[in-house]
Nanobody, 115 residues
């Protein structure tokens, strides 16, 4: 029984930093060869990969997002966190947490940036 649950503020203001948390149950973040990611989907669009952190703690980022994105983890609490700075209305999307090796996905959390 593996479960990923995303949580976020729902609404954020222009220029704020968006904090997102993925709570993972049933699987350790440090299990060999697993990689944990944040992915988002814009209305009527496909998926956009944002960032990943692997079982060693190594991080990987989308070039299009650059310095705006920071991914981290809390292994004691089994959390994968994401921070997206300087948000604009174009960041409005559904944000998902996922594990690529086993294709685990959360239900996603809606984030709307006010203008």
């Amino acid at each position: 029984q593996v479960q990923l649950v995303e949580s976020g503020p729902g609404l954020v203001k222009l220029s704020d930093t968006l904090p997102l948390i993925c709570t993972v149950s049933g699987l350790s973040l440090t299990l060999n060869d697993y990689c944990w990611s944040w992915v988002r989907q814009f209305p009527g669009k496909g998926l956009e990969w944002m960032a990943s952190i692997d079982y060693r703690g190594s991080t990987y980022y989308s070039l299009s997002l650059g310095r705006r994105t920071t991914i981290s983890r809390d292994t004691s609490k089994n959390l994968v966190t994401l921070k997206l700075s300087s948000v604009t209305p174009e960041d409005t999307a559904v944000y998902y947490c996922a594990e690529s090796a086993r294709d685990f996905w959360g239900r996603g959390t809606q984030v709307t940036v006010s203008s």
